[in-house]
C-alpha cells in the first residue's frame, strides 16, 4: 500500500524547536519530490515547502523562510521538517504529501496524490 | 498567485447540482487542481489539469476551466460528498490554495 506517515508533532513554546518525520512505503520514495502543507485551526490548506528527489532543489513558502528547513533521506524513505522559531501562528496539523508529475498531452502537472494523516504542532506557552 | 474561491460555503439536498468556482489572480492555462477535505482526514485529489478525474473518483465530479476562472461540478450530492473542496494552482511555486468550500447537509 502507498502511504506516508507524519510523526513529531507536539506542544512547544513560542521561539522553541521542532523536527517533524515522514516516513513513506509502497513507492520508490527516492524518485519523487515531496512536500509538506499545513492547515492552521479553522483555516485552509497552505503548502509550507517542498523537496526535488535528489534534494537539489528546495522551495519554500515566505512566511517559513529561514525558519523552517526541509531535508530528506533517501535511503530511510523519509522526508523531515526543522522548524525553528516557531511562532503562535505556525500552529497546524502538518501533512508530508508526495509531488507527482501528470502527462496530459504534451504539458506535465504537478499535484499531490499521496498524503498522511498529519501530525499536530500546537505553538504556545 | 492567489486564488479565490466562491461561494465559501453552502448546502445542498442529496441528488443537488453543485457548482463550486475558483478564480487565480493571474493567467494559470489549465494548471488547477481540485482536492476534497473531510475533518480528521486527510486531502484526497480529485481532479488535475482543470478537468482530469483522478484514478478512483466518482464520475459525478468534473472541472472545467482555463485561464483563470474554474469549476468544479458534483452532478449529483452524495450523502459521502459533504465536506470541504479546496482548488490549488500548480502553475508556479509557491503553490496556492483556495480558501476552501465547505458543502454541508441541507
Known amino acids: 500500500e502507498v502511504q506516508v506517515v507524519e510523526s513529531g508533532g507536539g506542544l512547544v513554546k513560542p521561539g522553541g524547536s521542532l523536527r517533524l518525520s515522514c516516513v513513506s512505503s509502497?513507492?520508490?520514495?527516492?524518485?519523487?519530490?515531496m512536500g509538506w502543507v499545513r492547515q492552521a485551526p479553522g483555516k485552509g490548506l497552505e503548502w509550507v515547502s517542498s523537496?526535488?528527489?535528489?534534494?537539489?532543489?528546495?522551495d519554500s513558502a515566505d512566511s517559513v523562510k529561514g525558519r523552517f528547513t526541509i531535508s530528506r533521506d533517501n535511503a530511510k524513505n523519509s522526508l523531515y521538517l526543522q522548524m525553528n522559531s516557531l511562532r503562535a501562528e505556525d500552529t497546524a496539523i502538518y501533512y508530508c504529501?508526495?509531488?507527482?508529475?501528470?502527462?496530459?498531452?504534451?504539458?506535465?502537472?504537478?499535484?499531490?496524490?499521496?498524503w498522511g494523516q498529519g501530525t499536530v504542532v500546537t505553538v504556545s506557552s | 498567485i492567489q486564488m479565490t474561491q466562491s461561494p465559501s460555503s453552502l448546502s445542498a439536498s442529496v441528488g443537488d447540482r453543485v457548482t463550486i468556482t475558483c478564480r487565480a489572480s493571474?493567467?494559470?492555462?489549465?494548471?488547477l487542481n481540485w482536492y476534497q477535505k473531510k475533518p480528521g482526514k486527510a486531502p484526497n485529489l480529485l481532479i488535475y489539469?482543470?478537468?482530469s478525474l483522478q484514478g478512483g473518483v466518482p464520475f459525478r465530479f468534473s472541472g472545467s476551466g482555463s485561464g483563470t476562472d474554474f469549476t468544479l461540478t458534483i452532478s449529483s450530492l452524495q450523502p459521502e460528498d459533504f465536506a470541504t473542496y479546496y482548488c490549488?494552482?500548480?502553475?508556479?511555486?509557491?503553490?496556492?490554495f483556495g480558501q476552501g468550500t465547505k458543502v454541508e447537509i441541507k
Open positions: 493571474q493567467y494559470i492555462s489549465t494548471y
Open positions: 523537496i526535488t528527489s535528489n534534494s537539489r532543489y528546495i
Open positions: 509502497g513507492f520508490i520514495f527516492s524518485s519523487y519530490t
Open positions: 490549488q494552482q500548480s502553475y508556479r511555486t509557491p503553490w496556492t
Open positions: 489539469a482543470a478537468s
Open positions: 504529501a508526495r509531488e507527482e508529475r501528470i502527462s496530459v498531452g504534451l504539458n506535465q502537472y504537478t499535484v499531490f496524490d499521496v
